[in-house]
Every structure is written in C-alpha cells, then in structure tokens.
C-alpha cells in the first residue's frame, strides 16, 4: 500500500509540475516575452496544452464562457491541489497505521 501512495503523490506531483510550465509560458507568451512562431517555444506550448486538453475540456463545459479569460486551469490548479492535501491527510491509510 506503502508503494500506492507513494506512485499517486509522484502523479499528482508531476501533473502539478507540468501545469505550473504551462501556465508560466501562457503568461510569458500573452506578455509577449515569448513568441510561439519560435519553434521551440512553440513545441514545448503545444505539447503542453496536448498533456492538459484532457484535464481542462470536461471543466470547461461546466464552467461559463468568459470571452478572453480561461478559468478552466485555476479550477484544475485548485482541484489537483484539494486532492494532494486529501491523499497526504489519509496517508495513515496507506502505511496502515
């Protein structure tokens, strides 16, 4: 059980990780720091949004259209983080105590 949490805390760990690269590069390139015509940039911004389209899709029929703003990753942000404190809090669970 001991390996179960530790394999979800590392899941929800990287999906973190990837969703604070996203978000830190839709800043970057809507202040036009970045530029997505950069191939690299551009690799690295579609491949992101590819990783999290699937998260973000199912909130966003949920959520209400707002012209020019996405809520649909501070919804997930709060969501994934929510589920890291419920995991860590039932951790005695996994160890078995």
Known sequence: MV????????????VWFIMIAQIILSWLINFQVLNIRQPTVAQIWFGLNRLL?????????????????????LVAFIVLIIAQRALINNAGFFYGY
């Open 53 to 73: 389209d699937p998260v973000y899709t199912p909130i966003r029929r949920f959520l209400p259209q707002t012209p020019g703003l996405d809520l649909a990753p």
């Open 3 to 14: 390996t179960l949490f530790q394999a979800l805390n590392l899941i929800l760990n990287v």
